[in-house]
């Protein structure tokens, strides 16, 4: 995929003061000391995650979704490792095309702001979003954290006043060079010039205000890059910073004047130019971790879930900033692809804006949770439609989860309802009793299952973990199948034995699937883990001892009663040419034997 946003060779821009005549911070003789700093506390089990926050000049989408639902699974890992986990979403309620649409809605701007943020809130809410901190720009903590940061920047001498001449983007807040701007008409057939990444409307910008003095960061910032191969991740993102690095970096521009944008945060100190929309976000991720007094448990363990579409202002601007501030750089900024419908960005104008609340009203919050974490690839776009989701849902969710569970807890099979007895003369360590060798290579897959996963969601890479689950669910479905336990005489003790072991090592199977699922589908892993009677402090990722009885260990299982039965653990979708977006009709499960 090409990366259109690269920065041009020329900078447009004119210096009135030199930022020469400012005296030089210290912090350039030791640049990578921040970073290398990150990697010293390795017992640390504090672990700091954040979503980017969203603008409130529209309703949330599917793409925002995206980002929540994967920060969240990180974070719910964790929380089953044991870290002590912070996780910070919320709103980015300042800059110009916010005031903007404000007035566009005719109401003020603080109204408005709380008017959007509480959509997104109750968005996140409904899905399942477990965040730990909400945090919104116009709010008092925000703004103190904002005018330190600034002040600390400006005390080094790395802000300057000077003057921007160039294109800026409002709707994408963003500063453009002449080669990442083109042609185009705009609905009237005017000609216009616009972003070449983003599609969005550019103007030509003249004005004094504050500079940042960014370009003295090109070299620290590819130390660290080149020292942290793993802190974009993807790689191939990774690359692309890599590559606007060694291009022309020019000082960036950190303010607008008042007269322009009114709504945000002054520069203190000069009521006259009012903080760009950028350094004001970005200063969030501080704001949550308690800058600028209490942030020190949280910073140095900070992680950022972003899009594609801002990777520049998170892995060249914000740690040149942090740099400049002399804060340890985030850990890892993990970088997602976005979600087309159609195989065209989402956008008002083309009505193809995916509601996600819609979405997760239809589909269920697990529903649209598994979907798009087992669909969304980071490193590429992904097409949405209706149709993607019941199928998926159906044949993962439905049929193969569910019919398992149905199968291994159906009172048919189990009528004590109870966890029953492993064999190990039926099912020995040696070949020699019932088990043949398929069934020894799906025990290897499930045990080996636990490190797999965790491979993957530490590389934010959900999809190849749900596809590693869905895969060792289907052989434990074939495994059911192959012995097919309904076929055996109950009144035989040795067919008894062999049936039980058979029920014993299925439901290990979906003990197993049921903890590593809980990040992704929290309420039909509960539901699952229910059924089989795991207690609530026997969910963690310690309790991912796969089989304790085929190692001659107790299982703590072993005889308990199963919990109730509370209905299928995921309900098909009827109707999969959902499409035309109507709302569709769930029934039960298939019932297997
Ligand atoms: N406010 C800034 C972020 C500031 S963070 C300090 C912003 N907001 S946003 O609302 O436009 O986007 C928020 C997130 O949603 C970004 O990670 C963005 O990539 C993501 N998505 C927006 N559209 C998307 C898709 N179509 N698909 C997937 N994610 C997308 O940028």
Redesign the pocket.
């Known amino acids: 995929m090409k990366f259109p946003y690269l920065f041009a060779t020329r900078a447009v821009l004119r210096f009135q003061q030199s930022p020469f005549l400012l005296p030089v911070p210290a912090l350039w003789t030791h640049p990578r000391s921040a970073a290398l700093s990150t990697r010293l506390c390795k017992d640390d089990r504090s672990y700091y995650i954040?979503?980017?926050?969203?603008?409130?000049?529209?309703s949330?989408?599917?793409?925002?979704l995206?980002?929540a639902v994967l920060a969240d699974c990180l974070h719910r890992y964790k929380l089953l490792q044991g870290f002590n986990s912070k996780f910070a979403t919320g709103?980015?309620e300042h800059g110009l095309k916010i005031q903007q649409a404000a007035e566009a809605a005719g109401k003020d701007p603080m109204t408005f702001c709380t008017d959007v943020s509480k959509q997104f809130r109750h968005l996140f809410d409904s899905c399942n979003i477990s965040y730990t901190d909400y945090i919104r720009t116009t709010e008092q903590r925000h703004h103190e954290a904002v005018e330190h940061f600034w002040s600390v920047l400006w005390n080094k001498g790395l802000i300057y006043k000077g003057s921007y001449e160039g294109w800026y983007s409002t709707q994408?807040?963003s500063f453009l060079m002449p080669s990442q701007v083109g042609d185009a008409l705009d609905s009237l057939g005017k000609e216009i010039k616009v972003s070449l990444e983003s599609g969005h409307k550019v103007e030509w910008m003249k004005e004094e205000n504050y500079m940042f003095r960014l370009s003295a960061f090109q070299s620290p910032l590819l130390d660290w890059l080149r020292g942290n191969p793993q802190v974009v991740q993807p790689d191939r993102f990774h690359q692309v910073v890599l590559k606007w690095l060694q291009e022309d970096l020019p000082d960036l521009s950190v303010s607008r004047q008042r007269s322009r944008l009114q709504w945000g945060i002054p520069v203190p100190g000069d009521d006259e130019q009012t903080i760009y929309?950028?350094v004001d976000?970005?200063?969030?991720?501080l704001t949550v971790a308690g800058y600028p007094d209490k942030h020190n448990q949280w910073w140095h363990v900070a992680r950022?879930?972003?899009?594609?579409?801002?990777l520049k202002?998170?892995a060249i601007y914000?740690p040149a900033f942090l740099l400049g501030a002399g804060l340890p750089l985030p850990r890892v900024i993990h970088v997602?692809?976005?979600?087309?419908v159609g195989g065209k960005?989402?956008s008002k104008s083309l009505g193809n804006v995916v509601n996600p609340l819609d979405r997760s009203q239809i589909f269920t919050a697990d529903g649209m949770r598994y979907f798009l974490l087992r669909q969304?690839v980071p490193d590429s776009?992904c097409d949405y439609t209706d149709n993607k989701v019941a199928k998926l849902l159906n044949a993962e969710l439905a049929d193969s989860l569910g019919g398992l569970l149905n199968r291994c807890t159906a009172p048919a099979l189990n009528p004590a309802q109870v966890y029953p007895s492993f064999c190990s003369q039926s099912f020995p360590r040696e070949q020699g009793g019932r088990a043949v060798g398929e069934d020894y290579l799906m025990l290897d897959a499930v045990k080996n299952l636990p490190a797999v996963v965790e491979k993957h969601y530490e590389t934010m890479h959900v999809y190849k973990a749900l596809e590693a689950i869905n895969a060792c669910v289907r052989l434990t479905n074939g495994f059911v199948q192959r012995h097919a336990p309904w076929k055996l005489d109950r009144k035989d003790s040795e067919d008894q034995r062999w049936l039980d072991t058979i029920i014993h090592i299925s439901l290990e199977c979906l003990r197993i699937y049921g903890t590593l699922l809980q990040p992704v589908v929290p309420e039909t892993s509960n539901k699952l883990l229910s059924r089989l009677g795991v207690q609530p402090h026997e969910r963690s990722s310690t309790a991912l001892n796969f089989l304790p009885r085929y190692q001659g260990m107790d299982c703590p299982f072993e005889g308990r009663a199963l919990g109730s039965d509370c209905g299928v653990l995921f309900s098909r979708l009827e109707n999969q040419n959902a499409d035309k977006q109507k709302p569709m009709k769930t029934k039960k499960s298939a019932n297997f034997k």
Not at 60 to 64: K, V
Not at 304 to 310: A, E, F, L
């Open positions: 954040t979503t980017p926050i969203f603008y409130v000049n529209a949330p989408h599917l793409g925002h995206y980002s709103t980015d994408d807040e929309v950028w976000a970005l200063v969030n991720y950022h879930v972003i899009g594609k579409d801002i202002f998170h914000w997602h692809s976005h979600w087309t960005k989402m969304g776009d």
